[in-house]
């Protein structure tokens, strides 16, 4: 058959017209690369983020209408949108023509910070409204699912997009706050506060929703489409060929002339193993097109779906029929949907198929399970002939492989109807409830005999216990002919136990956890059938009502919740915008895909590519470094090592010198070793892999804590901070403790990974850097010492950042000096743009702590004395851990007044990546020490955690830090009081006593913490800022200031203070970029000091020129702004003022132990509620309510956006995020499917946050307080209140109160911790290295092989 090579498709309306396309081109590259339509953005290239989301439509020949669905650009080949239109951000809206609604509106409701994540989302919400212009709040949350955000906490993106919802929706939380009442009606007694609002933005001057500003679907396509047939497609690139037949005939053919062509369909699996992991398929077969593959009927027997139908179309149908369907035989699907509402995201299920989810034989995938129990069947179909096969364990024989024979196609899957008797149950548990993979999943369904309660036949299947789907083979047949009883439960337990083998190497470890959800499961599910029967009247039921909650799955919730804040004083004039909630500075330009982030810029000609070759070993010496297989690959361009650097191969900063390359020795797995450059960024990463690298292996080799502690591997100097007479105090207390806590690290996940791009001028060795840094000196320094240059001829420009959160300051520097190196030796433009698994390979993140302590309290619960010990995991060199040490000891008393106080620290140095600033810096590892110890005193006395906290908190109006830094902990009292005032804290613990007497498997906790936090640099140096203001002759003001826009706002606050000052529109102020040639010697955007810094040089700046422009203003004071500044310029008075800023001087005298190391500190407290699942550790985050001391906020919507994020970054840090490392020392979670970041699915389901009024802060800009760190550490309170719910659920059971909760307060913690019949041992016991025997693959779809991965997972602490 002869087939086409012209591919033909629709971008934002425009036809595009392929004759030579590449199958390994996925659309994200195509748009951002082909098209310049940068809006779309990479934020992970594996599915799992939804940074790349558009809008994809096709006219569907059977429904006989054109469907808009999302899809993640990422992992959509262009050879598969042949006929369809492809919608990104650019299309729908733009600041030059006219917004779509859902751009201005995710814009103005505060909802863009970083602005990185902003266009997927956008699309997100846009496709639904072409679906369903008037949403409820379920299809957002269902819309939003599969995207990712790390800055807003998702909050403020929620509440602009409700306004689509009507007016009955979006006015109430419809969540039910606490006691199930509507949020705006529980009983918080808000105090009567006239000034006090709870608007950040305007609802009525919002563009109404006008579907005609719609592209429509484009009618040639239509016509295309409605013709009968077609031709097959073939498609031809440099490696890789694809074929696209029409006829299900000529797929067959293929298939038996090319069976190992692997058939793609939705490329979800195939997708992410060749993007990812460098799998190579020279043909593939494209099967979307033979639309007998795509069929829905429903016959006698039940539902015949396609193999090739998406996870939606199946939802869908299933949510469609389920409504008609008579309930006895839907029992089936009900189960199948509420598998489907979970899993992946949106995106995801609109590319997956159901024929795909099954042949991948992934048993982490859910379908397979689910399916197996419904006893459905699978048609397969090859040129031999066709044949049935029910789809069970022996379909599955082994990971990624199945019975099928090369050249057989699945056509369709028969998913039957529910007999009368029949019941089922599915359940899966994953790190994270949404857009996760599962741990374990399971199907189960029991055929009750009529009228009876025997088990006439039973299925029960797991998937994730090993390489293949599990049948519970011998329990299901033994428990044939049973009662449904006690009996039969612990009968089921017991077979299953011997029945199921879980491998202590089970891939992905957590092998007890996996035996405990085995049987937990089960229980669940024996108790749901309890009830059928009961209802049945088969059964008298004996199960006890407390037992009832267990069988209701969390719902993902809408976030919902107040937001209030101090107005300004009414006499300030309307033009004075300080302290508005003004949006941020490009919001819009964010919600349009306008803004530009480095990798946006175009390529400059003749632009060369860069890609990281690292360390493989952990320590060894490099014996040789043979780069020539690389330099064969055709594009490559040269390979770089240590030897070309022109001057100095290392990152210098203060006394911690770091090689840019390593050339002697390797101390960690991702060191940089080399470079390959090469004529596109495809060719330099499939060249990286070609360099040879040989190695000797060197000895000692360790990662954790426990065991540097064992080497005394320890960076030095060490650090101690001491108040009282510690030794002595433990002579008169009534009770001492020793014990332990340890807290696991944590990953930026910043949305943009880290790059840059380096221009040379050719001229005087001059080079331009489009850089993502926080601290751009820092990276101009570093790169003209490495070329050795002047600094003055490095200019560094950061237009913003996608997201820092302090892990764009140190190792940026490092990639920009490579590739400025590269620059130099090619004389080209370079290009460096990390992968999401490079990156966070090489990147590192957030120190791991270790906390060994004493402590010595009376049974009233005070304090009395207090010793710990410091642990922090620095890796492998000490970069910033020295100052992310002292940080921890430097909060280690948080809100308590412990008159003796002993802290120490210690860096240790392993065989690790290097660690890390991450927001916080070491405060959210030292507060939640001190905050663990207080909650095992208060444990001890029998008290509340909060009764502890209070007796012990500061309350002199002078108080003094362990350091003796003199500060007032009013405002902070005041946070703490207010904070349980609005929260209801008394009333709800009362409630949640009452709902644990009622609940036995399902506790609830609540948990409160106040917090002082520190602001500024303790080094005094950098705290200073500088800022050019330069006013040109049409009144229009230009502003550059030494900090970065990362999303946190700065360059917005810094124009309401230039507006106040020079009183001028913000329309007519305008900030750039941070240049280095504008703002020399800047200090890191960090430490929550940003905008104290650059706020008073701008300032400083501003008044000068005003100083200036008096003597004009006086003469003719009635003229315009612009009359005075034309005036201005022909009396030759200077337009452009520097302004600068020098900070207090801190101060910090570590021998001492005495100093004023910050300027001064924020305050706060939050009090959150969540409840667990004790059978899955499965959490819930009900409600957390925050009070946040910002002093006199400068902008309250920023402020807030602050808060929410911070503390949503924190929730991920104490609950979900767990880094893994293999026993090599590698790290196994590189990207969004193995390391889990917050998602919609995780906020509380009410956040409220309140800004304290009436504070003031003498020491900062218009009395107002940094606020980008502190709010990370309120995510405790949610690991707090895990605790409090576990130890309510180990209460029951007689177990003691006291007992080890590691942070994070994952799912399997929460499980072991919750101890009972069907858990065996502890997981998080506090040994002092918790190394786990366990298999590891890096991800989803490598093939299993359990000798070749017979791995440890070893969680570093
Ligand atoms: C970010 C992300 C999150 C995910 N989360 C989940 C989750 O939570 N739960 C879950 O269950 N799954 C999850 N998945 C997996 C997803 O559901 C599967 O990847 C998808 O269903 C596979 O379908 P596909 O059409 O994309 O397969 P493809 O990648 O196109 O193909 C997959 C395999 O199936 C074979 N195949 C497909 N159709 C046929 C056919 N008709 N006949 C013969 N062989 C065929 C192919 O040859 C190939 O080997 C996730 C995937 C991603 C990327
Ligand atoms: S970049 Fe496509 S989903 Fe992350
Ligand atoms: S605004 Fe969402 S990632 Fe930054």
Redesign the pocket.
Known sequence: MSATSELIFFVNGRKVIEKNADPEEVLLSFLRRKVGLTGTKYGCG???CGACTVMVSRYDRIREKVLHYTVNAC?QPIVTLHGVAVVTVEGIGSTKTKLHPVQERIAKAHGSQCGYCTPGMVMSMYTLLRNKPQPNMEDIREALGGNLCRCTGYRPIIDGFKTFCGSEQSGCCQNGGSGGKCCMKNGISHKEENDICEELYQLDDFLPLDPSQDLIFPPELMIMEKKPGGSPLCFQGERVRLVAPVELNHLLQLKAEQPEA???????????KVLLKGVHHPLVIY?GRVSE?STLTWGKTGLSIG??C??STLKEELERATGEIEEGRSKGYLALLQTLQ????KQ??N???????I??A?P????SSVLAALDCTLH?ISEGGSRSILLNEELFTDF?RTS?KPD????SIDIPYTKPWEFVGVFRQ?QRRE????IVNAGMKVFIKEGTNLVESINIFYGGLGPTLVRARRTCQQLVGQSWDENLLSEACRLLEEDVEVSPSVHGGKAEYRKTLILSFFFKFYMQMVLELTEKNVLASDLPLEYLSALKPFKNQVPQGHQSFQLVPEAQSSYDLVGRPMEHQSALQQATGEAKYYDDLPPVQGELFVFMVTSTRAHAKIIKIDPSEALKMPGVVTFLSAADVPETNQRLWKNNPEKLFADEEVCCVGQIIGAVVAESREKARTAAPKVQVTYQDLQPVFFTIQDAIKHKSFFEPKRKVERGDVDKAFGNVDHILEDEFQMGGQEHFYMETQGVIAVPKGENGEMDLFVATQHAALTQEVVALTLGIDTNKITCHVKRLGGGFGGKVMKIATFSAITAVAAHKTGKAVRCSLDRGDDMLITSGRHPFLGKYKVGYNKDGTVVVADITFYSNGGCTLEESLFVMEKALLHMDNAYKIPNLRGRGLVCKTYLPSYTAFRGFGGPQGLMIIENILHEVAVRCGLTPEKVREINMYRAEESYTPYKQLFCPRDMVCCWTECLERAGYQERLQAIQLFNSFNRWKKRGISAVPMKFGVGFSKPFFNQGAALVNIYKDGSVLVSHGGTEMGQGINTKALQIVSRILKVPLSSIFIKEMCTGNVPNASPSAASFGIDAMGMAVKDACEKLMRRLQPVMKRSPDNSWEQWIVEAYCQRISLSATGFFMGGDTLMEWEKGEGQPYCYFTFGACCSEVEIDCLTGDHKNIRSDIVMDVGKSLNPALDIGQVEGGFVQGVGLYTIEELQFSPEGVLMTRG??QYKIPALCDIPAELNVHLLANAENPKAIYLSKGVGEPPVFFGGTIFFAIKSAIAAARRERELGDSFCLNSPATAEKIRMACQDQFTQTEVDRCTPSTVIENSWMTG?NQHYDQQRHTLAIVKTA
Do not use: H, Q, W
């Not at 590319?351 to 989810?357: D, P, S």
């Not at 057989?408 to 056509?411: D, K, P, S």
């Not at 857009?435 to 599962?438: D, G, N």
């Open positions: 594996g599915g799992g992992l692997p058939l793609v369909v939705g490329n979800t699996t195939i997708g992410p099967a593959l193999a090739a998406t996870l979970c899993l992946a995201g995801i299920r590319m997956a198929t159901v024929g795909g989810n042949l991948s992934n982490k995938y859910d379908l397969v990624g099928l057989e196609v699945l056509l994953a857009l996760a993979f599962s969004p499917s989803s």
